[in-house]
């Protein structure tokens, strides 16, 4: 049993260890004005799921927690295509830094 027990422990001891060594660099760009992006990779390939009602049958572990509603709804099928959804207008400003979102009124 001991044996079986310290073998587990260095299997996953060695498991840790190497996959330290497949960790990504730092892939933050920055430019000539100062500016930084940010790169998110979507390794799975699939669309984020949009029905987050607690009703439905099929349990999906990415929809669990707080069910809320967007105040935009941005459709990735549609070229990005926004339909305001709980606020009724938004406008970038100070430089598009900052995002005012104006609500609907009865939300």
């Known amino acids: 049993m001991r044996r ?6 260095l299997v996953g001891v060695g498991a840790t260890v190497w996959a330290g060594f497949g ?8 430019s000539a004005s ?7 990779s979507n390794e799975q390939g699939t669309t984020w799921t949009c029905g987050f009602s607690p009703f439905n049958g099929d349990v999906n572990s990415l929809s669990f927690g707080p069910v809320y509603e967007e105040l935009v709804f941005v459709n990735g099928l ?4 926004t339909t305001n959804w709980l606020a009724s207008s938004y406008k970038w400003g100070n430089g598009n830094k900052t995002l ?8």
């Open 78 to 81: 549609k070229s990005g295509a």
């Open 23 to 30: 960790t990504a660099g730092d892939k933050t760009v920055r």
């Open 34 to 40: 100062g500016t930084t992006s940010v790169t998110i």
């Open 4 to 9: 079986a027990l310290a073998f587990a422990v």
């Open 100 to 107: 005012t979102f104006t609500i609907r009124s009865g939300v």
